[in-house]
């Protein structure tokens, strides 16, 4: 599931899992939601068996289900996260980083000496479904991203076997200039166009007076 904090993540996709009610999830998002929206409302229902994310700092439901060993984490650094990603699309099997070396990321991981640093072998990603979240696409599943959204949902158009878009604006095929697609249409299977976004602000900084 795309998205970065709330931002660019695909609510429409979220509340539909939640409405259908499909449990044992395994979910990889570099968030994991907050209380009562995005995938904080699958976390509500408990339809989540494991989460693959580097951020769940703004769910406390999501720390009390750790906690109690209801839900599974695995945590990753969030470059080690994205990058995981990268390599399930491109078909690399696993890469070696030294991000995470000498801590509870790299244990039980494959480590080897690169000249003279240690690096931890991590794996490929991929899922059976990526549900992403776009500004705009046409009916050939060719995405435009603005902004902050672009941050994971391009690298998981492409990491997954069936690839779900939803997009603030659908055009017709040939509206989009082809040099400002970020995600082919050859990733997508299938797009529709989402009504009334939230577009909820995770934590509110303001300047002082």
């Not at 794996?123 to 500004?135: T, Y």
């Not at 779900?164 to 997508?188: F, K, M, N």
């Amino acid at each position: 599931m795309g998205g970065f904090g709330l931002c660019g993540i695909p609510e429409h996709l979220v509340a539909a899992v939640h409405r259908k009610g499909t449990k044992n999830l395994t979910i990889a998002s570099n968030n994991a939601g907050v209380d009562g929206f995005g995938i904080g409302v699958l976390l509500q229902d408990r339809q989540v068996k494991k989460m693959i994310s580097t951020y769940v700092g703004e769910n406390k439901l999501f720390e009390q289900l750790v906690t109690s060993g209801e839900l599974e984490l695995e945590l990753n650094p969030q470059g080690t996260f994205s990058e995981r990603l990268r390599a399930g699309g491109a078909g690399i099997p696993g890469f070696y980083t030294p991000t995470g070396y000498g801590t509870m990321v790299a244990e039980g991981k494959e480590t080897r000496e690169f000249d003279g640093r240690m690096y931890v072998l991590e794996r490929g990603l991929r899922g059976d479904f990526a549900f992403v979240k776009a500004w705009k696409g046409d009916r050939w599943g060719n995405l435009i991203y603005r902004k902050t959204a672009r941050n994971f949902n391009p690298m998981m158009a492409t990491a997954a076997d069936y690839v779900i878009a939803e997009v603030e604006q659908l055009v017709e095929v040939g509206q989009l200039e082809p040099d400002q697609v970020h995600t082919p249409g050859i990733y997508v299977n299938a797009i529709f166009q989402g009504p009334k976004y939230e577009k909820r602000i995770e934590r509110r900084t303001l300047r002082k007076p």
